[in-house]
Nanobody
Framework: QVQLVESGGGLVQAGGSLRLSCAAS????????VGWFRQAPGKEREFVGG????????YYADSVKGRFTISRDNAKNTVWLQMYNLKPEDTAVYYC??????????????WGQGTQVTVSS
């Protein structure tokens, strides 16, 4: 069993940065790929990016490529989503999920509760 807790969200001005953390419990977390998703009000959940178990393979959605960076430290059971040059359209609840690293939500076994990111213009 893996439990995930996101943190680090908040209010930031356009052009600013935030770093989200996804802290996990469970011995098998280090064996899991992890994905980041976001969901804005009235919109479907959107894939942001994913990282494999070792951190050696990382994939980003086109909408965030070049602005967001995903990393992990298995010794700390943590995955991070570093966000730079934030835009108002990045405003959403951000979720981490374990079990896969690609957009198909059905491939993920565990989800966090989400953290709100609000980008003001």
């Amino acid at each position: 069993q893996v439990q995930l807790v996101e943190s680090g969200g908040g209010l930031v001005q356009a052009g600013g940065s935030l770093r989200l953390s996804c802290a996990a419990s469970g011995r098998t977390f280090r064996l899991n790929a992890v994905g980041w998703f976001r969901q804005a009000p009235g919109k479907e959940r959107e894939f942001v990016g994913g990282i494999n178990w070792s951190g050696g393979s990382i994939y980003y959605a086109d909408s965030v490529k070049g602005r967001f960076t995903i990393s992990r430290d298995n010794a700390k059971n943590t995955v991070w989503l570093q966000m730079y040059n934030l835009k108002p359209e990045d405003t959403a609840v951000y979720y981490c999920a374990a079990g896969a690293m690609y957009p198909d939500v059905s491939k993920y076994n565990y989800w966090g509760q989400g953290t709100q990111v609000t980008v003001s213009s």
